[in-house]
């Protein structure tokens, strides 16, 4: 069964630190490039980042760029994403996802979702 947890959400006054972990289970994790999704209240859901499988450059939205960092450890089956100098508008539930169409469990791997996890960036 496939499971993505997140963790490592909170709260942080602007200018701080986060990093937040996704660990995946269920799939050959080491073969999937995977991606960080944000959704802040009232809006939809947007990619942050994303990171190939293996070697490649990462990639970030305009907004993150250079304050956001993307890594992953297919030993561990994790997914990072380290968050400096954080905005207000950073405030957002944060979900990480497979970029994948590998038909797992009848379904393709991308629709599987966890459960997010919180940041809120406020003095």
């Known amino acids: 069964q496939v499971h993505l947890v997140e963790s490592g959400g909170g709260f942080v006054q602007p200018g701080g630190s986060l990093r937040l972990s996704c660990a995946a289970s269920?799939?050959?994790?080491?073969?999937?490039?995977m991606l960080w999704f944000r959704q802040a209240p009232g809006k939809e859901r947007d990619l942050v980042a994303h990171?190939?499988?293996?070697?490649?450059?990462?990639s970030y939205t305009d907004a993150v760029r250079g304050r956001f960092t993307i890594t992953r450890d297919n030993d561990k089956n994790t997914v990072y994403l380290q968050m400096n100098s954080l905005k207000p508008e950073d405030t957002a539930i944060y979900y990480c996802?497979?970029?994948?169409?590998?038909?797992?469990?009848?379904?393709?791997?991308?629709?599987?979702w966890g459960q997010g996890t919180q940041v809120t960036v406020s003095s």
């Open positions: 990171i190939f499988s293996i070697g490649g450059h990462p």
């Open positions: 269920g799939f050959t994790f080491s073969t999937v490039a």
């Open positions: 996802n497979a970029d994948s169409s590998q038909i797992v469990q009848g379904m393709p791997l991308s629709t599987y």
